[in-house]
Every structure is written in structure tokens, then in C-alpha cells.
């Protein structure tokens, strides 16, 4: 547990925050308080259990008073189901990092062994416990909550995290023990800088969580074997060199045809966002099997949001390798995604943590690159360059087609705006042409570009 510890230390010397950790069993409504409190919902929620198995944090601010929510998986103290035992762990692992605890238990179903076992865990701790009955819907079933009295804690308190049922009672005692928000002036000018954002994305079972438990340096995320193990998006910060990352963990992406669980639709929608609020989308790819129809889909949505992409094949210690086998590799994954040959592409196990360091480096490239601002002047003398060496031709036999200035509107993806006579002549091989010359000669590396023609205003075309 020494990371774990380690990290904790680094935290409360960043952040003062008080830091609550919300514990029970499978499906007791702990992701439900969580996005309740948060205000959104960014844990996902359903009847089935074991839904949560890593740890989510998210920052709260309710009535003043500022601190961080951990939503954990199910805590069954005695069980042989090798993903149940890892959500354990990670319980487990926030419980230590926590400030203060709050046990929840289902008033549907009553107390249970596992809940008096959860309940003597906590008590060990020293640490101060907030004892919740949830699924408490109305005054008339407040009854169901007389069975955790057995547990000789006190305050109960029964509420409903669905409904708000109960809630304003509990919320005050808990926030009496959290603090006013401590503003810290070089913190928040901290957080105010642009961090990375990178999501990790492909189909299930590709080493996603593996790779983010090895750049973390702890057990952050449940990772198993077994396919679909990751089921909500999970953003952990990395620190390397005193830089910051957010790594997004994401749920396995499988084809639509194979996806017939309700869940699993919420975890497949969940992971194509954060693909749409990263900076870099990181692909993986198995090296047993390079691109499929699905990892060219994932690629191809990245690429078409204007996101970078960096294309790892993963498990290369999986595979009988010798000195042309990372060029032929590299081959057919441009042959297959041709619209991405720009891309970097590296050949990394998560397991084993070959090359896995390399990631941060591309990630710093293409970031510098993603948010590259080039002045005006510059680029208009570029533009000069490139049309006397190859001009955009004619749109019909009588009129040339002429490209006047052009300027970089924003970043994120680099954007150029274009300003010609006839807007709708210019072919996509031009398009692609000019964004190859932007690329090169610029050093826009692997970041998407994104070229935009219009017509200069107020003046008559030129024939």
C-alpha cells in the first residue's frame, strides 16, 4: 500500500481538501449518492451489481464548503470472485486515503453478514464514519432501516440518494466536519494551466487498465483477463518529470451487434465522450491481431473529432518477433488506416512496461503541436511559396481558382482559414496537399489540421 500512501501524501500537499470515501457492498446506491452530491451523472447507475469496480473521484462544492468524493466498488469482505477481490483492494485503498468514511447499506434489503463485516473494517480505522440506509423513499419505510440498530452505530441516517429523500439532514452533519474552501492562489493558477488530457481507447480486453496501473505506479484500476472488466470512464492523474497527465480509462469498444447489455451500451457511449473532451486519443491495438473493423472505427472517430491519435500495439511481448517484424507491423496498420498516416505508431506491453515511457514523450509532441499558434505574416508567406510552386488550378476552363491570404483561427485542433474567389472548387487532393505542406513545413507532426475555404466578403470574384 506504500503508493497508495505516497500518493495520499502528494495530494494533501497539493490539495487541503477533505477527501470522502463512499463504502458498501455491491449496488447499495453508492454511485447514485456520488452523482447526486456531484450534481451530474458521471458514474453510471443500474440495478446491477458490482457496476462500479474502480475508483472515481470527483471535486464537490456544496454550500461553501469544497471536497473531493470517492465513488468505490462493491466491498464484499469474503468472496473467491477474483474481480470482486480486486474492487476489495481498491476499496480498500480509499478507505486509507480517505478523510472521512460513509457506509452505506440497502434498507430493501436489510442488514447483512457482509455489512457487519464492512462496518467492524471501518471501525478499525480510526477514522470518523458517517453510517447511511439508503433506498429509504418515504417516512412510511423508514422502518426498513430498524435492522442496522443491530449494528450499535449512531447517528443512522435514512435517506433515498435517488429521490433526495433524507437528504439535507445527513448532508449538514457531514459538511459540519468539512472545512470553508481554502483558495489557494498558486494552486488555482496550477489547475488553470492546460494539462494533457489522453484517452485511453480500444476494443475490450487490449491492456487499457494494465496500461494505466503501470504509468500510475499502482493498482489505480481494476484490470483482469476478463473482457469488459472496465465499465465507467476513470480519469487518474499521471505525474512524470513535474508534468501532469489525465489518463482517461475507458470501457472496451465491441462492435453493435455484439453489444445486447444495457450497461454496456451506457459504457461504450461513455467511452466515444471522452474521446470527444481528450486532447489525445492513445488507440491501443492487440499485436496478435493489428487493426479490425472496430479499431479502424475507434481510430476513425478520434480522427474525425480532430483529436490526435497515437496508435499503440500493445502485447508485443505476445508475439514471435525478429528484425522486421515492428516495420511490417507498422505497415499494415498504415495500410489499414490510411487516413492516419501521419500518426505516430509504437509497439509497447503493459504488462512487461516495454517502451510504455515512450507514450509521455509522443504525448508532449503532439500536444505542443495540437495547440501550435503560427502568425499571419508567416503563414501568408508560406502561402506565397506554395501557390507558385503549385496553384489550386482552374474551376472551369475561363475562370483560375486564386487563394488570396490565409490566417489560424484557433488551436485544438490547429484551424486555417483560407479566403479565395471560388471556395467550392478547391479539390480534396488540394485540401490534402496543403495541410501536408502546413505539416511539414511547420512541424505540425502528428496533430490533426483542419483547413477551412471561404469567400473573401465584399469583393467580386475574379474570373
Not at 215 to 221: D, F, K, Q
Request: hydrophobic residues 40%; charged residues 25%; positive net charge.
Amino acid at each position: 500500500m506504500w503508493q497508495s500512501m505516497l500518493w495520499y501524501r502528494i495530494r494533501m500537499a497539493r490539495n487541503p481538501k477533505t477527501l470522502v470515501a463512499l463504502v458498501g457492498r455491491p449496488n447499495v446506491g453508492k454511485s447514485t449518492l456520488f452523482n447526486r452530491l456531484l450534481g451530474s451523472r458521471k458514474a453510471i447507475v443500474d440495478d446491477t451489481p458490482g457496476l462500479t469496480r474502480d475508483r472515481n473521484y470527483a471535486n464537490v462544492t456544496l454550500d461553501e464548503k469544497a471536497f473531493v468524493i470517492v465513488d468505490t466498488g462493491g466491498f464484499e469482505p469474503q468472496t473467491d470472485d477474483e474481480v470482486l477481490a480486486q474492487m476489495r483492494t481498491q476499496t480498500m485503498v480509499a478507505v486509507e486515503q480517505a478523510d472521512i468514511i460513509v457506509f452505506m447499506g440497502d434498507g430493501r434489503i436489510g442488514l447483512t453478514p457482509s455489512d457487519r463485516e464492512v462496518v467492524r473494517t471501518l471501525q478499525k480505522t480510526n477514522k470518523m464514519v458517517f453510517y447511511v440506509v439508503n433506498k429509504i423513499d418515504s417516512e412510511k419505510s423508514e422502518s426498513h432501516a430498524v435492522d442496522f440498530f443491530q449494528l450499535g452505530v449512531e447517528p443512522l441516517y435514512a435517506l433515498s440518494a435517488m429521490t433526495g429523500y433524507g437528504m439535507r439532514e445527513f448532508l449538514d452533519a457531514l459538511l459540519d466536519e468539512i472545512d470553508s474552501d481554502i483558495s489557494n492562489p498558486v494552486e488555482d493558477t496550477l489547475s488553470a494551466v492546460a494539462i494533457p488530457r489522453v484517452a485511453v481507447v480500444g476494443r475490450p480486453n487490449v491492456g487499457k487498465s494494465t496500461l494505466i496501473n503501470l504509468l500510475v505506479g499502482e493498482e489505480r484500476l481494476v484490470a483482469n483477463p476478463t473482457p469488459g472488466t472496465t465499465r465507467d470512464s476513470i480519469d487518474t492523474i499521471v505525474r512524470r518529470n513535474r508534468k501532469e497527465y489525465l489518463f482517461i480509462d475507458t470501457a472496451g469498444i465491441r462492435r453493435r451487434a455484439r453489444i445486447v447489455d444495457r450497461v454496456e451500451i451506457f459504457s461504450v457511449v461513455k467511452a466515444f465522450r471522452s474521446i470527444d473532451r481528450c486532447d489525445v486519443a492513445l488507440v491501443l491495438l492487440d499485436a496478435e491481431e493489428l487493426v479490425t473493423d472496430q479499431d479502424a472505427r475507434i481510430a476513425g472517430y478520434a480522427h474525425e473529432k480532430g483529436r490526435c491519435v497515437i496508435l499503440a500495439i500493445n502485447k508485443w511481448d505476445m508475439i514471435q518477433k525478429n528484425s522486421k517484424t515492428f516495420e511490417f507491423c507498422v505497415s499494415e496498420v498504415r495500410r489499414n488506416l490510411k487516413f492516419l498516416d501521419f500518426t505516430p505508431v509504437v509497439s509497447i506491453s503493459a504488462l512487461k512496461g516495454t517502451r510504455c515511457v515512450k507514450v509521455f514523450d509522443l504525448i508532449d509532441d503532439l500536444f505542443n503541436q495540437y495547440r501550435k499558434r503560427v502568425s499571419t505574416a508567416t503563414l501568408n508567406k508560406f502561402l506565397e511559396t506554395v501557390l507558385s510552386e503549385h496553384p489550386p488550378g482552374m474551376r472551369s476552363k475561363y475562370r483560375k481558382t486564386k487563394i488570396y491570404y490565409m490566417t489560424q483561427g484557433d488551436v485544438a485542433p490547429p484551424t486555417f482559414t483560407l479566403f479565395c474567389n471560388y471556395p467550392e472548387a478547391i479539390h480534396f487532393s488540394y485540401r490534402r496537399f496543403l495541410e501536408n505542406r502546413l505539416r511539414e513545413y511547420f512541424d505540425f507532426g502528428g496533430s490533426p489540421l483542419k483547413l477551412i475555404f471561404k469567400g473573401r466578403v465584399g469583393r467580386t470574384r475574379s474570373r
